[in-house]
């Protein structure tokens, strides 16, 4: 039982597990406040922590699991639409569809808009993140393991095809037009350079 104890510990509490969970939150905050940014500082923000997200979901540990049962969600289906809806508006005329080839079924590609894939990722992210803060260990076991099987048949392909179309947005000739903020308290509580703070 105590070694059963110690494996648990050693994934639960492992430095790849919380700097995951530590910049799965931040995503999160991100398209939860992205009215406190503008198009181009959503644009480069979510490139730069979409990239760091994936670096970060590459290395965490993928426990086995004994007994799997579904991890529970706390997203909601209306919620679900509100966030896609809000980074549909905020994107605009950059709203970007592209096919998606996912490793379960590449042979048949699917057309999805990216703030589709970013809120499929979202919607992951939120849910595991919400119980590793509150669930008892058998359940962050069981959340680690979808998170990390959701990434490698849903939600990395989604996020590596976000960040492509954002490097080409980012780095492109077509300028990014400025939207108004009405909101700038997250901006001034976290810092506007706080996502490149990360990569330091």
């Keep these: 039982m105590d070694e059963q104890n110690s494996l648990s510990d050693s994934i639960i509490y492992s430095a790849e597990t919380i700097e995951f969970v530590t910049i799965a939150n931040e995503y999160c905050k991100v398209l939860e406040n992205l009215n406190s940014f503008s198009l181009k500082e959503f644009v480069e923000t979510t490139y730069k922590i979409s990239s760091l997200l994936h670096l970060k979901a590459l290395k965490l540990p993928k426990p086995e699991i004994r007994d799997p049962l579904p991890s529970e969600t706390f997203i909601t289906e209306a919620d679900w639409h509100y966030i896609d809806s809000e980074i549909s508006k905020k994107l605009g005329q950059f709203e970007i569809y592209a096919e ?3 490793p379960a079924n590449p042979e048949t590609p699917i ?3 990216m703030s589709e894939c970013l809120t499929d990722t979202y919607q992951d992210l939120k849910d595991f993140t919400k119980l ?5 260990e058998d359940v962050i076991l069981n959340a680690i393991f979808d ?3 959701n990434f490698e048949q849903i939600w990395g392909p ?8 954002f490097h080409n947005l980012i780095y492109g000739n077509e300028e ?3 939207s108004e903020n009405s909101d700038n308290n997250f901006i001034q509580e976290k810092g506007k ?3 490149d703070n990360l990569f330091n």
């Design 176 to 178: 990014l037009s400025e």
């Design 100 to 102: 998606i080839r996912e």
């Design 147 to 149: 998170c990390k099987t």
């Design 111 to 113: 057309e999805v808009s």
């Design 132 to 136: 590793y803060s509150i669930a008892n």
């Design 193 to 195: 350079n706080w996502v």
């Design 158 to 165: 989604r996020i590596l095809t976000v960040m492509k179309e």
